[in-house]
């Protein structure tokens, strides 16, 4: 085939690999599923939400929790279902403080996004079954690992009647190499009215992280309210 055609070939193909790239790994994208990023309508009203993935983690979660409860702020907390019923009395605990929970799958495992339909949708099941039998709320909140969606996690969760809850502020706190006060600059830079900032409460260090962001942020005038507040939604079955 003479190189002219291959030329238009290769570009097409490119632009249909980014297009992929964006649609799965960017939660934003609303290309397969729509996720809550960023509450519109609050310029007036400088509100943000604090969300946590991954927990509940039984060294660090309990000083988050702290945290939270002596600056009288309530965040929401995406748990995995396998720590979950490790700790049940953590999750016990984010309930009784006014947290929300939400859904983040049983194992939170890297293949997740490559699984079945049927597959996807048991692991998403088995976390919503273990939080209610541990707090008897049935949570309609969910986040995918890694924030990835394609067509099957995008099927299981509508089967599920889930809110998928994403985020406009994700300041990598996971990355142990980078300084805390580096993290704490990258998401006051991003602030805006509506944000929702994606943290990590198994993380070394997260309860301070999270003391200097809310100090920080409301002397620049920010309140936090949690998912359901900030997007006018329940987030539990009745």
Not at 41 to 49: C, R, W, Y
Not at 128 to 146: D, H, N
Request: net charge positive.
């Amino acid at each position: 085939m003479p190189p002219v055609i291959w030329i238009p070939l290769l570009i097409g193909l490119a632009g249909l690999l980014g297009f992929g790239y964006y649609a799965s790994f960017f939660i934003d994208s609303g290309v397969y599923l729509k996720a809550r990023c960023r509450a519109s309508g609050h310029s007036d009203e400088p509100l943000l939400a604090l969300t946590f993935d991954d927990g509940p983690d039984e060294r660090n979660t309990p000083l988050v929790l702290d945290t939270l409860a002596s600056e009288g702020v309530r965040a929401t907390f995406f748990l995995i279902g396998e720590r979950a019923a490790a700790h049940p009395e953590l999750v016990r605990r984010i309930v009784r403080e006014g947290h929300l929970i939400g859904n983040h799958t049983f194992t939170h495992s890297g293949r997740s996004p490559f699984r079945s339909r049927a597959a996807i949708r048991a692991e998403l099941e088995a976390t919503r079954r273990t939080l209610e039998q541990i707090t008897g709320l049935r949570t309609r909140l969910f986040r995918p690992p890694f924030g990835v969606t394609n067509p099957r996690i995008a099927a299981a969760v509508r089967d599920g009647r889930y809110d998928t809850i994403g985020w406009d502020i994700r300041p990598f706190d996971t990355r142990t190499h980078v300084s805390r006060d580096k993290i704490l600059r990258r998401i006051l830079d991003r602030l805006r009215p509506g944000s929702v900032v994606l943290l990590h409460d198994r993380i070394d260090g997260a309860d301070h992280l999270v003391r200097q962001l809310l100090t920080n942020a409301r002397r620049r005038g920010y309140r936090f309210e949690t998912i359901d507040r900030l997007f006018h939604l329940s987030a539990y079955e009745n």
